[in-house]
């Protein structure tokens, strides 16, 4: 067990070492509590003890202390839908066959916040452990494996 913890940060620390900055910004602003009130693009920063999504001048930061919920799906899941989180911009409504959402739901400024970004699988991947890691609670991925029984 501490080895695959130990393996598991080592790749969290090459990973954001080894990340370049990206010439095209992957992070969409797609819905939350706070925030711009249109779809943005941005980039998301990770720091010790925070994620920082930036897009233009807008800037939303949670702390890794504050999260109660992650999730990487194809839509934005009914079980946060059902919280009634008082939404600035509303996530769209919808699936797909591909991961493509990145939720996250945290406690700040007295009550529940959202934060929902739009971001491509390969975008996303390097990011996962590191989060998973610095946040000490795992990231809810959608599976979409297809199995073929013989």
């Excluded at 080895?3 to 797609?30: C, H, S």
């Excluded at 992650?70 to 839509?75: C, F, G, I, K, V």
């Excluded at 008082?86 to 959202?114: A, C, D, M």
């Excluded at 971001?119 to 590191?130: C, D, G, I, N």
Aim: some cysteine; aromatic content about 10%.
């Amino acid at each position: 067990m501490v080895w695959l913890v130990l393996v598991a940060a080592l790749l969290g620390v090459q990973g954001a070492a080894g990340r370049e900055k990206p010439k095209e910004l992957p992070f969409r602003f797609r819905g939350g509590t706070l925030g711009p009130i249109e779809t943005c693009k941005g980039v998301l920063e990770t720091s010790s003890y925070e994620l920082t999504f930036r897009c233009g001048t807008d800037a939303i930061a949670v702390p890794y202390s504050s999260i109660t919920l992650m999730q990487y799906r194809a839509d934005v899941s009914r079980k946060v839908r059902k919280m009634k989180l008082h939404w600035k911009l509303e996530p769209p409504v919808g699936g797909g066959n591909e991961n493509r959402y990145f939720t996250i739901i945290y406690n700040e400024s007295g009550g529940r916040q959202g934060l929902v970004l739009e971001v491509s699988p390969a975008a996303m991947r390097p990011y996962l452990a590191e989060i998973d890691l610095r946040a000490g609670r795992r990231i809810d991925v959608q599976n979409h494996e297809v199995y073929q029984y013989r």
